[in-house]
């Protein structure tokens, strides 16, 4: 079974759901026959990922996650990071020092170091970008991205890109978003994932932050079984997000196995209650979505 919790399903600037990441959990036979997954993956962990992570290790079935009160990090064996912005990427550092500095399982040395799975050379980018400031160094010497994480570099150039697993069964195949670009199309790194069931050829697709592209998706969304695409619920000029009206245009069949997350603090306005209606609704924050059983 595998299946997918929001930490949380808000947008960048949003204050009352936190960010939009998410936790998926390889399990044997399921969370209501095991107390811990047999393997575990973050999308992206954004600003609020770490305290959104706090209060889902007291939420029913999540107990795994709890480590004397604080979350336990090391419970996180992968990290994909879709996009470099402070609402995937901002919670790092605290991930990194609290395995690193506060956390470690027993016996363990050196401290847990996740896998932090990127595609292309997004490591020195995230490193030096974002990340070298906080954790450039420990106490008595330089430290270097390998001292928190171990960096695991996809190439989608091949005539078979790269992919990776969870659980010897579950594929993930990153998709190129047009989130943000500078002179075209996909030349600021962005992503968003295919999770395929292998045993039976099943999909799920995760868009991450994209500007609408139903074209490019349209067969992605089509095989799936279900769909998670990011969504802008008020219209702007060359939005760099899905823009909701954009999203109404999708087809019937596949508006209804589509759930909308990344929204803005105003969804439950009212203004928007047709969404329940003609999507798979609104993403709920830190309540399990079953992908494949």
Avoid at 41 to 55: S, V
Avoid at 86 to 114: K, Q
Avoid at 205 to 234: K, P
Avoid at 243 to 261: D, Q
Wanted: net charge negative; proline share 6%.
């Amino acid at each position: 079974m595998l299946t997918l919790t929001f930490l949380g399903v808000g947008n960048a600037f949003a204050k009352r759901n936190f960010h939009s990441n998410a936790l998926v959990e390889a399990w044997s036979r399921g969370p209501d026959h095991e107390q811990e997954p047999q393997d575990t993956l973050l999308i992206d962990f954004g600003t609020t990922g770490p305290l959104a992570l706090h209060q889902l290790k007291d939420r029913p079935g999540f107990a795994y996650l709890d480590a004397d009160g604080v979350a336990d990090y090391t419970r996180i064996r992968h990290v994909f990071i879709t996009h470099q912005h402070a609402d995937h990427i901002g919670g790092l550092e605290e991930l990194a020092f609290m395995n690193t500095c506060v956390l470690t399982r027993t016996g363990a040395s050196p401290p847990f170091r996740p896998r932090l799975i990127v595609v292309g050379d997004m490591h020195q980018a995230l490193w030096d970008g974002s990340l070298k400031g906080g954790l450039r160094v420990l106490q008595g010497r330089y430290a270097a991205l390998e001292d928190y994480f171990c960096p695991v570099a996809l190439d989608l150039r091949g005539p078979e890109p790269d992919a990776f697993t969870l659980a010897d069964r579950y594929r993930f195949v990153p998709v190129p978003t047009d989130h943000l670009h500078v002179e075209e199309r996909f030349d600021w790194p962005s992503f968003g994932l295919q999770m395929i069931d292998a045993p039976t050829g099943r999909s799920v697709f995760y868009t991450g932050d994209s500007r609408f592209d139903f074209a490019a998706y349209r067969r992605l969304m089509a095989d799936a079984d279900l769909c998670f695409h990011e969504v802008q619920l008020v219209d702007q000029p060359d939005p760099v997000h899905a823009l909701l009206s954009e999203l109404r245009a999708l087809p019937a069949e596949i508006k209804k196995k589509t759930v909308l997350y990344h929204y803005g603090d105003d969804w439950d306005s009212g203004e928007f209650d047709f969404v329940n209606e003609e999507f798979a609704g609104f993403a709920k924050p830190q309540q399990r979505y079953v992908l494949f059983d």
